[in-house]
């Protein structure tokens, strides 16, 4: 079976969430999150995780994980600016799908932490 590497840029409390799956799953998307979204490339995960998710204080993690690459094959790629840019969109509604096409388990491959902009008490 072809597989092919994705990477997802996460906060602490969907880290926490996969953690609690055994590493096996993306948690549900809350009500205003309608599109779950792993990234094609590390690079672009990083600047998720880095630039927008260590914002305020709070600390970025870079996963990365494996999905079979014919389950891929009904999602077109995204692109959301540069090229580098690319991602899928999943509908959440359809992530419980998604996950059971995840091969082996979902790994953190990098960790940013933020600096908090509230003043110090």
């Known amino acids: 079976m072809e597989l092919t590497t994705l990477f997802r840029p996460v906060g602490g409390n969907e880290l926490d969430l996969v953690r609690e799956s055994g590493w096996r799953a993306f948690p549900q998307r809350l009500p205003e999150q309608p599109i779950f979204y792993p990234v094609l490339n590390e690079e672009y995960?990083?600047?998720i995780a880095r630039d927008w998710n260590t914002r305020d204080g709070g600390t970025g993690y870079v996963l990365?994980?494996?999905v079979e690459t014919e389950y891929l094959?009904?999602?077109?790629?995204q692109t959301a600016g540069s090229?580098?840019?690319?991602e899928y969109w999943i509908s959440a509604d359809r992530l419980d799908e998604?996950?059971?096409h995840i091969a082996g388990s979902?790994?953190?491959?990098?960790?940013?932490?933020?600096?908090?902009?509230?003043?110090?008490?």
Do not use: C, L
């Open 98 to 100: 998604f996950n059971r």
């Open 106 to 121: 979902i790994e953190v491959v990098s960790e940013f932490r933020g600096r908090s902009t509230d003043p110090v008490e």
């Open 83 to 86: 090229r580098i840019h690319q």
């Open 64 to 66: 990365r994980f494996e």
């Open 73 to 77: 094959k009904q999602f077109p790629i």
């Open 45 to 47: 995960a990083t600047q």
